[in-house]
């Protein structure tokens, strides 16, 4: 685990906003980690306690924006405990009954949210760079809680927590990230993430589910599951994103689960103890099978969903410890 006392004071980073792991350099990266194992300390000692508050009150009368174009309940309330925890005040935007569903730009949209002056804005968005692009219209800070195929920052944070919180490293392990590639964001930053702290990666997917010029990123790839797997120490499963598909990119669900889902007899393939991540939601039976994802030893799924708050309590108050210096 990590040292619980490293790292007991805000995390101090080169921008104001957070819109990629790739904008981030290593300490940057290493100190959010440590500062996410400190709050998932204190989040756990005060579980155990009762009327007990281990928490900084640094949002207090901070306005945080939640605006999501983007079904989430993970992220979005992850963020919305996160920044209560830290003592501010959170406005949940539904864009299902905004002015965006009327035809309004995101400048637009941009520009009203403005007026109402919050302290940081975290938007989930459908195209890639649209967080990017609010941070050039508007005065708060912004957090990228995932763009289109681009960044998922967060998720990759917390992911890295999770990891290291139970091997108590990253640099060495055997990562095989397995599945869509081509549309997933978590992916994205995870190659950014575990590549620059010293992870061994490699990349897990059919040849119709990788992204073009994937090669620059110089980690291999395996069109085979049980091959790819081989040896690795965590076996990190993605979500099949039929949302984003352009054509027929898979023959059918059932024939990638057949090649590309995860059961305990190819899960045989890895290291004997390798653990099993996903970032969610799961599709049963596509991805992984139940046994699997559900396995209490080698499962790391629900820890990741507890990991989210206490990460993005790192992020809130990163962010806004910029804001006030």
Do not use: W
Not at 25 to 43: C, G, K, P, T, Y
Not at 140 to 147: E, K, L, Q, R, W
Not at 170 to 175: R, S, V
Not at 303 to 323: F, K, P
């Amino acid at each position: 685990m990590i040292n619980k006392d490293k790292n007991n004071t805000p995390v101090k980073l080169s921008s104001k906003h957070l819109l990629g792991i790739e904008n981030l350099n290593s300490d940057e990266m290493l100190n959010l980690i440590e500062r996410s194992d400190h709050f998932a300390n204190l989040i756990t000692k005060d579980s155990n306690q009762i009327n007990t508050n281990n928490f900084s009150t640094i949002l207090s009368g901070k306005t945080i924006i939640n605006l999501f174009f983007e079904s989430s309940t993970r992220t979005r309330v992850s963020f919305e405990v996160a920044c209560k925890k830290l003592g501010g005040s959170v406005l949940n935007i539904s864009v299902s009954g905004s002015s965006v569903k009327k035809g309004e730009t995101l400048i637009d949209t941009a520009t009203t949210l403005n007026a109402m002056n919050p302290d940081i804005l975290v938007i989930r968005h459908h195209a890639a760079g649209a967080p990017l692009l609010l941070s050039k219209f508007i005065d708060a800070s912004v957090i990228n809680a995932g763009d289109g195929r681009h960044e998922h920052p967060t998720q990759a944070l917390l992911d890295a927590l999770t990891i290291k919180r139970r091997f108590g490293k990253i640099a060495g392990l055997n990562i095989s990230i397995c599945g869509d590639i081509a549309n997933s964001r978590v992916a994205r930053s995870n190659m950014y993430l575990l590549g620059s702290l010293g992870a061994n990666l490699c990349l897990v997917s059919p040849s119709t589910l990788l992204p073009s010029k994937i090669e620059n990123f110089g980690f291999p790839i395996f069109n085979d599951l049980e091959e790819g797997i081989h040896n690795a120490d965590i076996v990190m499963m993605l979500r099949l994103q039929k949302e984003r598909f352009q054509g027929k990119e898979i023959p059918s669900q059932h024939e990638y689960y057949n090649l590309f889902g995860l059961d305990n007899k190819k899960l045989k393939k890895s290291a004997p103890n390798a653990l099993i991540m996903h970032p969610g939601p799961m599709n049963r039976g596509v991805e992984i099978d139940s046994i699997t994802a559900d396995d209490d030893e080698r499962s790391l799924i629900t820890t990741q969903v507890e990991m989210g708050v206490a990460t993005r309590m790192a992020c809130l108050e990163a962010i806004i410890q910029n804001r006030v210096l």
